[in-house]
Nanobody
Framework: QVQLVESGGGLVEAGGSLSVSCAAS????????MGWFRQAPGKRREFVAA????????VYADSVKGRFAISRDNAKNTLYLQMNSLKPEDTALYYC?????????????????WGPGTQVTVSS
């Protein structure tokens, strides 16, 4: 079992950058496919980015491709999301999620464990 806790959210101006992290407990973090999702007020939660267990494969939502970068440090049991060129529409509660999968996936229900989320607000 894995427990996840996000950190690093905050308020940033449009065009700025922000990095959020997700600390995982347990000794099996390196076995998990990890993902970032987000939910804006009044909207459904949506996929942002995912990374496979080794970090060799990543996938992004079209809306963030070229601006966001997902990475992981298995030695530190930590997942990262670097967000650049932020837009007001990136404002949301950002969740990290983990799934014990051999493949990378963008599907929300494929992830077994979720953090409580960290708020990212981008002002115009």
């Amino acid at each position: 079992q894995v427990q996840l806790v996000e950190s690093g959210g905050g308020l940033v101006e449009a065009g700025g950058s922000l990095s959020v992290s997700c600390a995982a407990s347990g000794r099996t973090f390196s076995r998990y496919t990890m993902g970032w999702f987000r939910q804006a007020p009044g909207k459904r939660r949506e996929f942002v980015a995912a990374i496979n267990w080794s970090g060799s494969n990543t996938v992004y939502a079209d809306s963030v491709k070229g601006r966001f970068a997902i990475s992981r440090d298995n030695a530190k049991n930590t997942l990262y999301l670097q967000m650049n060129s932020l837009k007001p529409e990136d404002t949301a509660l950002y969740y990290c999620a983990g799934g014990l999968k051999q493949y990378i996936t963008t599907i929300e229900r494929a992830y077994d464990y979720w953090g409580p989320g960290t708020q990212v607000t981008v002002s115009s």
